[in-house]
């Protein structure tokens, strides 16, 4: 069975920065690329950033670019996201994704709980 599990999530200021993990059980993950999603209080699911399987390819959404890290180890299967200069905008539940294969190509098939992000003054 897949689990996912992130942690890092809390309270910041603008400006900030945490770091996300999401610990990852139940399949090979070094065959599978990885996403972060998040969600914002009453928006949709947001696409953040993606890894392939090795680690080599990253993809970021343009709000994010220049600010997140998606990195991974897949000795230690984790996950992680390094979100420096945190905006208001940023708030929102943080999830990682399974992707469906070693590229973020075919999207995903198994998600986290999330960890809940909150930037605020």
């Known amino acids: 069975e897949v689990q996912l599990v992130e942690s890092g999530g809390g309270l910041v200021q603008p400006g900030g920065s945490l770091r996300l993990s999401c610990a990852a059980s139940?399949?090979?993950?070094?065959?599978?690329?990885m996403s972060w999603v998040r969600q914002a209080p009453g928006k949709g699911l947001e696409w953040v950033a993606q890894i392939n399987n090795a680690g080599g390819s990253t993809g970021y959404a343009d709000s994010v670019k220049g600010r997140f890290t998606i990195s991974r180890d897949n000795v230690a299967n984790t996950l992680h996201l390094q979100k420096n200069n945190l905006k208001l905008e940023d708030t929102a539940v943080y999830c990682c994704?399974?992707?469906?294969?070693?590229?973020?190509?075919?999207?995903?098939?198994?998600w986290g709980q999330g960890t809940q992000v909150t930037v605020s003054s």
């Open positions: 994704a399974k992707g469906m294969g070693g590229s973020w190509s075919r999207g995903g098939d198994s």
């Open positions: 139940g399949f090979t993950f070094s065959n599978y690329a």
